[in-house]
């Protein structure tokens, strides 16, 4: 529960602490007094906007911390954990907004964010605001009190994550299916290309050993004719080396000639050696045209298609990886099509389940509601209207995040009347009332240990503010109960008062807090009671009315 508050330099205040006991706590003063001041700095801790409106004028920032005892929130001390911000029973929220709008939030010391403080806060705090009645116009807002009825929000949060994986697969879906016309002509295209390039396709090796065999054999005739022609040289060469090495041989025994008939028998082994070599290849040449024809196509082919892709015949091969991978990927897109479409009917389907799970869940939370605030109604002199909740089932391809149906709030102010909606059949005064019916319904559903009540008994008087009183005060059986009023009946129900009042002086307005004895509740009251002239009288029923309520 809510145990401390220290509010320094925010609006109007200069420097306040209040500390809050268990209980009913009332908060009460003038109009204009800032008697929601509290609330509104509370909300800060809390992940409330910041605005640097809230500073004091001549301060240069506000600051504002609050103090809870955890003992016995598991689900506070859960998240503090899960965030690695431990703590035993003490938790200090604690808030600085400069004059300049800049904030800083921090839980027990550590800098975090303001959506870390709404967070942790929804399980510490639950305001109820006094335009509470307003909001009650909106849809949205029924929504919102139906499903904190709900114990067991497993399907609602799956819902949601359903209806939110749904749009994000449709909206990928429909990316690639919009341009699959497209992709169908490009996906032709290419298979095309790449089978017309892997039909001819040739590796740098292969490429040059072909334009080898085609030079080879287009000049085979005439190699032919040279090679005879060189190997009939040469044989005319060995025989006048043969010649030659005979005249030499009568002077070797003198060594004259040795030297000589060394080379030039040298060189006739050399000439013989390259004649025979000259046969040899001579005798592999052929004429083969069907095979020359055959390269000269093939070569051909790859000539016009580098042309045709403004590429090299030797890069063809990676012109053919490129278009491949391309194609891949476009096939890719098809499968990733199949796919997506597989998993919106999976995701329909778990949708569906879960759908029909909450709503079951809504329809048992409207039957409590409806009977909760019937009785409730009853007490705040409303006996005879009878209150409805309209669950219509709304048909859509598209899972909403909000369930499978439209949740509005109805009212008949005649017990035999026609349920209608609340902006066309309540008053602003009714409107008061049936916000605060719901509002203490929904507060007995509550696990918050601290509940705060800002003016929710706006437009209630009589006997009627009387039962407010007691309804409020029921709360405190399980929650603190924090209640700014501007009704003697229901300030006269609190287990504790405070006072909020603005002082002017020299150096300005400032609005001071202060806690009230017995003594000074009774002027409290009889103020709220007469007013400016406070009589013996008034204050006689203002002990009265404490001491009825002791």
């Known amino acids: 529960m809510l145990t401390h508050i220290h509010i320094k330099n925010f609006a109007v205040v200069e420097d306040v602490a209040v500390d809050f006991d268990a209980g009913m706590t009332v908060i009460t003063g003038e109009t204009g007094a800032g008697k929601s001041i509290l609330i509104d700095a509370l909300g800060l801790c809390l992940g409330d906007r910041a605005d640097s409106s809230s500073v004091r004028y001549g301060a240069d920032k506000a600051e504002i911390s609050a103090s809870f005892d955890l003992h016995g929130l598991a689900q506070a001390q859960a998240w503090l954990a899960k965030h690695h911000l431990e703590a035993d029973d003490d938790l200090v929220l604690r808030r ?44 949205k807002t029924h929504r919102h009190i139906l499903d904190a009825l709900i114990t067991d929000t497993s399907y609602l949060h799956k819902a949601r994550e359903l209806a939110h994986e749904f749009r994000e697969v449709k909206k990928e879906l429909d990316t690639l299916t919009q341009g699959n016309s497209d992709n169908q002509e490009a996906k032709a295209f290419l298979e095309y290309q790449v089978e017309e390039l892997q039909s001819v396709i040739l590796s740098a090796d292969e490429l040059k050993s072909l334009e080898q065999e085609q030079d080879l054999l287009s000049q085979g005739e005439t190699l032919i004719k040279q090679l005879s022609e060189a190997a009939y040289h040469c044989e005319q060469q060995s025989d006048g080396l043969r010649q030659t090495i005979r005249l030499l041989e009568s002077g070797l025994k003198s060594g004259l000639t040795s030297e000589a008939y060394e080379l030039l028998n040298s060189a006739l082994i050399q000439i013989d050696e390259a004649r025979r070599d000259i046969e040899r290849r001579s005798d592999k040449l052929e004429l083969n045209p069907e095979r020359l024809l055959e390269i000269t ?88 209207c009878r209150f409805g909740v309209a ?4 048909i859509s391809e598209i899972p909403s995040p909000y369930g499978a149906e439209e ?27 049936i916000s605060l019916a719901i509002q203490v319904v929904t507060a007995q559903q509550a696990v918050t240990p601290t509940l705060i009540f800002d003016e ?13 009183g007691q309804r409020l005060h029921g709360l405190t059986s399980h929650s603190q109960v924090l209640c700014v009023t501007h009704l003697a009946q229901v300030a006269g129900q609190g287990d504790h008062h405070l006072l909020i009042a603005k002082n002017n002086d020299d150096t300005g307005v400032r609005t001071v807090i202060e806690r009230l004895s017995n003594e000074q509740r009774v002027e409290e009251i009889a103020r709220m009671v007469g007013g400016v002239n406070i009589t013996d009288q008034t204050k006689a029923h203002a002990a009265q009315l404490l001491r009825q309520y002791s």
Do not use: W
Request: charged share 25%.
């Open 96 to 139: 600085i907004v400069t004059s300049e709008g800049r904030s800083k939030a921090y839980i027990n010391g550590v800098p975090c964010t303001a959506q870390q403080c709404n967070e942790l806060g929804e399980f510490l705090v639950d305001i109820h605001g006094q335009h509470a009645h307003q909001s009650l116009m909106n849809k």
């Open 297 to 384: 196509e093939r070569l051909d082919k790859v000539y016009e298609l580098a042309r045709k892709h403004r590429t090299q015949p030797d890069q063809l091969a990676q012109k053919l990886q490129t278009y491949e991978l391309e194609l891949e990927a476009l096939l890719g897109a098809d499968d990733r099509i199949t796919e997506l479409k597989r998993q919106l009917t999976s995701i329909q389907a778990a949708y569906a389940g879960a759908a029909d799970a909450l709503s079951g869940q809504r329809k048992a939370a409207a039957e409590h509601l409806q009977s909760e605030v019937h009785d409730q109604l009853q007490s705040l002199a409303m006996g005879q």
């Open 391 to 394: 669950l219509t089932p709304h």
């Open 407 to 433: 949740i509005e709030f109805k009212i008949a102010t005649q017990r035999e009347g026609e349920l209608k909606a609340l902006a066309k059949i309540a008053s602003g005064g009714e409107l008061s009332r």
């Open 456 to 468: 929710v008994d706006v437009g209630i008087g009589g006997a009627t503010a009387d039962i407010v």
